[in-house]
């Protein structure tokens, strides 16, 4: 064996396999048993994502996957059965990944059980794929080219398996694994290596595959590479785990990237490759990360791109926290897996014999077992448990992730202020965003995301759909918070952040927690006059200190994840500077009251918009004031015990049995007066960070301007420099070319586009996106344009009509300021020519991209840019384009 164990680690695995791990075996094989009586199916085509595929059109669940049917779907929700070509190849993308598995299971077991039988499965698998792998096509793909999928991280995946099964049964059948090497390892790492997603939790993933076939195939380099190269093992280990051991994308990111980690520290010891010691200690600490900001319920906080409500009560994290173990005897997994392993719910079926590698699909909670976790088990946990000792969850800080968890009645009541990181693409913008849980009740709640094909992902990407502030109607930029001050004291405790939610736009936020509600206070500030929204999610009843409730339009920024867009039935009230209002709310018996009071004039705003995915719309409140500072002041009660709250230079807050509690700010601390005389200072105060969190740009900002002139037009041509690629390269692709000409009049600047190839796959006014939430015109021929005058973006998308010289002009969400535009197309020998007028002042930048699709495709293969592509890759961009790409125009003469 090359890449998990040695020869001898592997003859003791089996000997522990047929002992005290024997039931974990045996049922892994009882899983097997179907295939032995059926002919292995192989899919002729390849996987395909659409908006239909696979998810029931009623209620958004995901399909059941069934990996002996093939063509019938059913919803495990509402039991409806789906048929047709998008559920079948969606269906596919399961399959691939769970036949690879089942190909490690049966390579393994022939070892445990000396059983030919699981050998000569393990062996039907490897044969079958090496057949077959090259007459998949790399096209038509997402994320990345692939062959056998439609991103490039599933491939690595499955292409990991197909490593670690050839790898178990490489001495039984030397010449098959020959084979497979040649037909799928070789050609398979070739085209993940094509596509490095840098930071990104799929290029882990992509490493592990390119360390795994590297190995196979005795390449020292390729080895070095995966483990240190620039976007290797190393780097995740350094960068991606923050100094907290919690990866940056969160804590759904976090469980599948630390997966991926895993398969890549494990190899990388056997191949005897250094790791720095302290990268390790911090991927130790990763394994029982996810339980420090886990819900009463077991559930993980649904944060960024995360699904909804993720309960940690399942096999594969069961196991993780295993092999956890087996590295380090830690008192966290021990409290951890002692959850996990209580039988204080029914065990139900956990979904592992459906399991599709290490890609998951979430299963309901369940009670666990050691017999319900696998291979990796085998491998590596410990042959006996030691006794697992329990501990009730403590408040926690993340300070690298940036959440402080409140914990308070025994861990039932759940506060968080989630403040720091960013999240990467997987982030939303909801710095300061609040979370407020109550046993099983969500009073304040983030719903993460649902399919990230349906439309809907734009507004669980927007600030709106999280209690977290924006300013102007538009969601935050991507900022990192700063934590100013945190400490715990007892049953008191507080934290205090704050976030550059806009350009010019500061905002503190600072909740203290106590054992019977919480105080919730915001502060902005900015140079200018704003306004600013917190969205609430929860449907409040004001019950004293508002006006009567009337119908308004609520009106915010047009931008896509903005998100005013989905909101409906919008009711307004209001409430002056000053003036203290008190409201409840109710989810079945539990009750929620609140009071605020605002130092300006405010709005309350009740809305419908979408709750949790799948779940159907909800109401919920935004609280919009404007002006260039202010101070909204709130305080929730769960518990029923709080009496009445009087907002002055202090907050005092009077209880049921009238004891009061006084509060009061500090410029580093927070004083609480309690009864008897008794004070509490919270200070923890932390030092300001020295510089402003960095913000990636892009090294193709600050181009040199285009100098337009009103005499003769000035002539740029886009090539191999300017191409934005999907599969193809820009030389396999046919050279794509386009030649740009700009001329300035007194009245209109004019852009004319010459494309001297093309086979014209115009979207027709009629057509759809069966595939995602993109516009339909993006997969077709046709120009992107994007200019800035001033503040002012405008952007549309053109398309000709093949019927006539006519172009259809759609303005962009985001690049929405009116300016006038006028377009017309002619068709040539070979390709088209496009001629744009842009009446009034010239714009002071622009940027222009030239799409094209061959036909033959279903989306398009690449992107001609303007300000230039540098390496870059079309897949997901959408008609979205980043204003500071646009490049500075000047007009001479």
Not at 166 to 178: H, K, T
Not at 750 to 756: A, H, L, W, Y
Request: with cysteine; aromatic share 8%.
């Amino acid at each position: 064996m090359k890449l998990l164990l040695n020869d001898a680690s592997f003859a003791r695995r089996i000997a522990i396999a047929n002992g005290s791990l024997r039931p974990l075996a045996e049922s892994l094989a009882a899983e097997l048993d179907p295939l032995f009586h059926r002919e292995i199916y192989f899919p002729a085509e390849k996987a395909l994502l659409s908006r239909a595929g696979g998810r029931c059109a009623d209620d958004g669940e995901l399909l059941a996957f069934d990996p002996f049917s093939p063509h019938e779907h059913r919803c495990p929700r509402c039991g409806r059965v789906y048929t047709g070509e998008l559920h079948d190849r969606f269906w596919i993308y399961w399959y691939q990944l769970w036949l690879a598995e089942r190909a490690v299971h049966a390579a393994l077991l022939s070892s445990i059980f000396d059983d030919q039988r699981f050998a000569g499965l393990a062996q039907s698998i490897l044969h079958g794929y090496a057949e077959r792998y090259l007459s998949y096509l790399n096209v038509d793909n997402v994320l990345g080219p692939t062959r056998l999928f439609f991103s490039t991280y599933l491939e690595s995946i499955w292409l990991l398996q197909i490593c670690v099964a050839a790898d178990l049964i490489s001495a039984r059948e030397p010449r098959l694994v020959e084979t497979v090497r040649d037909r799928i390892v070789e050609p398979s790492r070739m085209l993940i290596a094509e596509y490095d997603e840098g930071a990104s939790n799929r290029q882990v993933w992509n490493d592990a595959a390119l360390l795994a076939a590297a190995r196979l195939l005795g390449d020292d380099g390729g080895v070095d590479s995966a483990v240190h190269g620039s976007s290797g093992l190393s780097y995740h280990l350094r960068n991606g785990l923050l100094v907290d051991g919690s990866w940056y994308e969160g804590e759904n990111y976090h469980l599948f990237a630390h997966r991926g980690l895993w398969y890549g520290v494990a190899m990388a010891e056997r191949a005897g490759v250094a790791l720095d010691t302290s990268d390790i200690d911090r991927f130790q600490l990763g394994f029982s990360t996810p339980f420090l900001t886990a819900l009463p319920d077991l559930t993980l906080p649904s944060r960024r791109d995360s699904q909804y409500a993720i309960s940690l009560r399942q096999w594969r994290i069961a196991e993780h926290c295993e092999l956890g173990l087996a590295r380090c005897d830690d008192q966290a997994l021990h409290a951890a897996l002692s959850r996990l392993y209580a039988a204080d719910i029914p065990h139900r079926d956990t979904g592992r014999a459906t399991s599709s590698a290490d890609v998951e699909r979430n299963s309901p909670p369940s009670a666990l077992t050691r017999s319900d976790l696998s291979w990796r088990a085998l491998l590596f946990a410990r042959a006996e448990l030691p006794e697992l000792a329990g501990a009730e969850p403590a408040s926690a800080l993340l300070e690298g992730q940036g959440i402080a968890v409140s914990r308070r009645d025994s861990a039932r009541v759940y506060i968080a202020l989630d403040y720091g990181h960013s999240g990467g693409g997987h982030g939303h913008p909801d710095r300061l965003n609040l979370l407020l849980v109550d046993g099983e009740t969500r009073w304040l709640d983030d719903f993460g995301t649902g399919s990230y094909t349906d439309r809907s992902l734009h507004w669980y990407r927007s600030t709106l759909a999280h209690n977290a502030p924006l300013v102007d109607g538009r969601s935050q930029r991507s900022t990192d918070g700063v934590l100013i001050a945190y400490e715990e004291r007892g049953d008191f405790g507080w934290v205090r952040a704050s976030a550059g939610v806009a350009g010019d736009v500061d905002v503190t936020r600072t909740i203290v927690s106590t054992p019977y509600y919480l105080i919730d206070v915001l502060d902005w500030r900015a140079r200018r006059q704003i306004t600013f929204d917190l969205p609430l999610h929860v449907d409040l009843e004001i019950v004293r200190g508002a006006s009567e409730l009337f119908a308004e339009r609520l009106r915010g920024g047009d931008g896509t994840e903005d998100g005013f867009g989905f909101v409906r039935n919008t009711l307004v009230q209001h409430v002056g500077a000053g003036e203290p209002i008190a409201a409840t709310a109710k989810q079945g018996q539990a009750v929620l009251r609140a009071w605020a009071e605002c130092s300006a004039d405010c709005q309350w705003w009740r809305a419908m918009a979408p709750g949790p995915p799948g779940r159907g719309d909800r109401a919920f409140r935004l609280l919009r004031a404007k002006g260039a500072a202010g101070r909204h002041r709130l305080v929730w009660d769960w518990s029923g015990r709080v009496g009445g709250v009087a907002f002055g230079d202090a907050i005092r807050v009077r209880l049921a049995d009238g004891s009061v509690h006084e509060h009061r700010p500090a410029s580093d601390a927070w004083l609480i007066e309690l009864p008897r005389a008794t004070e509490i200072e919270l200070r923890g105060t932390r030092k300001k960070p020295t510089t402003s969190p960095e913000t990636a740009r892009s090294s193709l900002r600050n181009a040199s301007p285009i100098v337009v002139s009103t005499r003769n037009a000035t002539q740029i041509e886009l090539g191999r420099e300017h191409y934005r690629r999907s599969e193809e390269s820009w030389e396999d692709a046919g050279g794509p070319s386009a030649v740009v000409q700009l001329r300035r009049t007194a009245a209109k600047t004019e852009i004319s586009i010459r494309v001297p190839g093309s086979d014209r796959t115009f979207a027709t006014p009629d057509a759809t996106n069966p595939y995602d939430n993109e516009a339909p015109e993006i997969n077709g021929d046709g120009v992107q344009l994007y200019l800035r005058s001033g503040e002012s973006l405008s952007g549309w998308i053109l398309v000709p009509d093949n019927g006539s010289s006519s172009v259809r002009v759609r303005q962009l969400d985001g690049w929405r300021a009116t300016r006038a535009i006028e377009a017309n197309w002619s068709p040539t020998a070979t390709g088209y020519e496009m001629h744009i007028a842009i009446p009034g002042p010239a714009p002071e930048a622009l940027d222009l991209i030239v799409n094209e699709k061959p036909t033959g495709r279903e989306r398009r293969r690449g992107q001609l840019v303007l300000s230039g592509a540098g390496g870059e890759f079309a897949y997901l961009r959408g008609d979205r384009h980043d204003k500071d790409r646009l490049i500075p125009m000047r007009t001479d003469g």
